[in-house]
């Protein structure tokens, strides 16, 4: 079984919202969480954590539970229900208007009503029925609580925020999770579990939202929706440009990287609109990835990994490549993993140093990008003109 103690770590990861205007509060020294009749008075609270490593789809939830510090006795009365954000990569708070009452969250959810609980450390009732229905579908190193009021007797709880001066008072997730068994024969890294056949042209870019697959077609300049358990496509729309590479879920947008334009795109999930770009740090970039806060992206030209600021599109900093044709890139929650076009490998690289941790073959001649499903890899296998699920 493992075990996650997990603490809001900055003043982005936790936020109130005032119901009827939208209005955020990031910087408070305490987490707004009113229960009331009218709408003008209720608030709803979040708070972010970002695990060391992704908890894997299909994983059993064993134990869950909220941690928070009360100050003051005369605002310790709960009167709300918990639920979390619903997706792949929860991002950060923002200061935009109903930053947390417009985000997707679990139709389960677990009430806490409780009044006077008192000045001190306080946990939650069990949340793992929420968690579960998260974890079922999605796989994420990033999770989001949110507490929404209730509509019925007013009620005031005051929780104390990473901003209160004192961080140590901030709120604590704690998850304790059983993981899925790989099964027994298909348990040699590199190993191919299942694939099927590819629904564009000369494939390039895939991405992994929690539930569906994403792939950029060079040739046709689509991006398909795929079942990964059919392989059958879903949707489809047109690419910013015509040299479709590198594909990054994020929340509800995806982020692509074009060959030809040398521009990292993001892009609205639902319409396929472009909604800004910037220039891409590589002339020749391919291989894109999230990791719940920046890029990282793999380029051809300098054989290097960059990890971008997704605000600016600067390069925080980058590493070199473990070789010298660097296709595709994922984030596994706490390493990244690589496929290399000359040598045929995939490597897993060390986030910080840059050190390649493991590699394996990939299986495939032309290896293309890859995406993380919280269990196993995939891959665009060029050469087989197919999407392969990999063991890791």
């Not at 955020?24 to 009113?34: E, G, K, Q, W």
């Not at 008075?41 to 869950?64: K, N």
């Not at 729309?237 to 479709?244: E, I, R, S």
Request: with cysteine; charged share 20%.
């Amino acid at each position: 079984m493992a075990i996650i103690d997990k603490q809001v770590a900055a003043s982005i990861d936790d936020a109130d919202e005032l119901e009827s205007t939208g209005a955020m509060d990031l910087v408070d020294v305490n987490v707004v969480n009113r229960a009331a009749v009218g709408i003008a008075f209720r608030y709803w609270g979040g708070y972010r954590f970002v695990l060391d490593e992704a908890i894997p789809v299909g994983s059993t939830i064993d134990v869950a539970y909220l941690t928070v510090y009360i100050a003051d006795s005369g605002q310790d009365d709960a009167n709300i229900n918990l639920h979390f954000e619903e997706v792949a990569a929860p991002p950060a708070f923002a200061a935009g208007a109903f930053n947390i009452t417009l985000r997707d969250r679990t139709e389960a959810s677990v009430p806490w009503v409780a009044n006077a609980l008192g000045v001190g450390w306080k946990q939650s009732p069990s949340l793992v029925v929420p968690l579960q229905e998260v974890v079922d579908v999605c796989s994420s190193s990033v999770i989001v609580v949110i507490t929404r009021p209730n509509q019925d007797a007013p009620k005031l709880l005051y929780v104390s925020s990473w901003d209160l001066g004192n961080h140590s008072f901030a709120a604590w997730l704690h998850i304790e999770y059983t993981a899925p068994v790989v099964p027994p024969s298909h348990n040699s890294p590199g190993q191919h579990i299942r694939s099927f056949t590819i629904p564009g042209q000369n494939a390039k870019g895939l991405t992994f939202d929690g539930r569906h697959l994403w792939n950029s077609s060079d040739d046709d300049s689509l991006i398909y929706q795929i079942d990964p358990e059919t392989g059958t496509t879903i949707r489809s729309f047109a690419t910013p440009a015509g040299d479709a590479y590198g594909l990054a879920f994020d929340d509800g947008t995806l982020w692509h990287c074009d060959f030809g334009t040398d521009l990292i795109y993001q892009i609205d999930l639902e319409t396929g609109t472009v909604l800004r770009s910037f220039a891409s740090p590589d002339a020749t970039p391919s291989g894109l990835t999230f990791d719940g806060r920046t890029l990282w992206l793999a380029g051809w030209t300098g054989d290097l990994i960059y990890q971008i600021d997704l605000e600016t599109g600067t390069v925080i900093r980058s590493f070199a490549a473990p070789f010298t044709f660097p296709s595709g890139l994922t984030f596994d929650g706490r390493t990244l993993y690589l496929a290399d076009r000359d040598s045929d490998l995939i490597y897993q690289i060390d986030t910080e140093t840059g050190t390649v941790i493991r590699s394996f073959a990939a299986g495939d001649a032309t290896p293309g990008d890859l995406t993380w499903d919280g269990r196993t890899l995939w891959m665009v296998a060029g050469n087989a003109g197919t999407i392969v699920q990999i063991v890791v």
